[in-house]
């Protein structure tokens, strides 16, 4: 995986300078109109990130999220950064047409290995959909907005593309969690979980991950004309010491019954949201 910067044209794509790798140091946000692509492009993804990974809690709670919350029968859908299609099989009996979109080529030449024409793939970039407006009556994005420092952009695409009256399930990565807050008190981040403004995080990989807090994004979305149906709080239970006290299939059990309880406090690392055009 490596790092872009977009310009609506992906020949012109330029790497970012990369900055300090420590959550203690959060690094600047790049300048406004610089919008970072996360280039999967000849990255294994599929085998790398879940394939060789203990992560199946982590994708059954992201598929307990979306039964949840996305419509019953759709007749045109897109899954946006849907990647390989890791969660094709969670819509492609809801929508009579479903389009998988995603920026890297590697990704969606593996759906089409694993869904051959039950699927249409479309690559592009995120910033400037290729999509007419009201294309959608319904659309999901998981795990991507992690990799977006303009959310808002992102958000008024999205908006865009949806019929009246469609529905946008959104995971969006949480800024302001358990074990952040601690790793706020206890002096090992100066990442501020409390405050509103996006968590540029660069521990984990070269690009860095943004946060968002929940108020931040509702902000967000309700400035793109959105109205917020459902949340739910997912991934509750992400920890390696949790899997090995619990095991996966009681920790899913769990995840269940805390998707809606918990939803109110916006604890987890994943908030799902149910929005309506
Ligand atoms: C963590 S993966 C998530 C894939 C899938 N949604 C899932 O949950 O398995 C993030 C995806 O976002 C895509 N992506 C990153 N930046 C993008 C951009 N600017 N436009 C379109 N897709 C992008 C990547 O290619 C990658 O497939």
């Not at 330029?14 to 790049?30: F, I, L």
Request: proline letters at 5%.
């Amino acid at each position: 995986m490596t790092n872009k910067t977009a310009n609506n044209s992906t020949k012109n794509a330029k790497p970012v300078k990369s900055a300090n790798k420590s959550t203690k140091n959060p690094a600047k946000p790049p300048k406004a109109g610089k919008e970072v692509i996360a280039d999967y492009n000849g990255y294994d993804y599929k085998k790398i990130f879940w394939e060789d990974a203990d992560r199946k809690y982590e994708d059954m709670a992201d598929r307990l999220a979306i039964r949840r919350l996305l419509p019953e029968h759709m007749d045109t859908f897109v899954d946006i950064a849907g990647g390989y299609g890791r969660l094709a099989d969670e819509y492609l009996d809801r929508a009579k047409v479903a389009t998988l979109f995603d920026y890297s080529e590697t990704e969606l030449a593996q759906a089409h290995e694993l869904y051959g024409d039950k699927i249409h793939t479309q690559p592009g970039d995120i910033y400037s959909l290729p999509f007419a407006d009201d294309s959608f009556d319904a659309l999901m994005m998981v795990r991507a907005t992690h990799h977006f420092n303009n959310m808002t952009k992102v958000s008024d695409e999205l908006y865009r593309i949806l019929k009246p009256g469609g529905v946008a399930v959104i995971e969006v990565a949480n800024k302001k969690t358990l074990p952040k807050m601690f790793r706020y008190w206890f002096k090992k981040s100066d990442v501020n979980p409390f405050s509103l403004e996006p968590a540029h995080l660069r521990d984990l990989n070269e690009q860095g991950f943004y946060n968002y807090h929940p108020k931040y994004i509702e902000e967000v979305f309700k400035k793109s004309g959105f109205k917020i149906d459902k949340v739910l709080s997912v991934s509750n239970f992400r920890s390696a010491k949790l899997k090995k006290m619990f095991g996966t299939k009681n920790l899913v059990r769990m995840e269940k019954s805390a998707q809606k309880l918990l939803a109110p406090i916006r604890f987890a690392p994943s908030i799902y949201y149910r929005l309506v055009k």
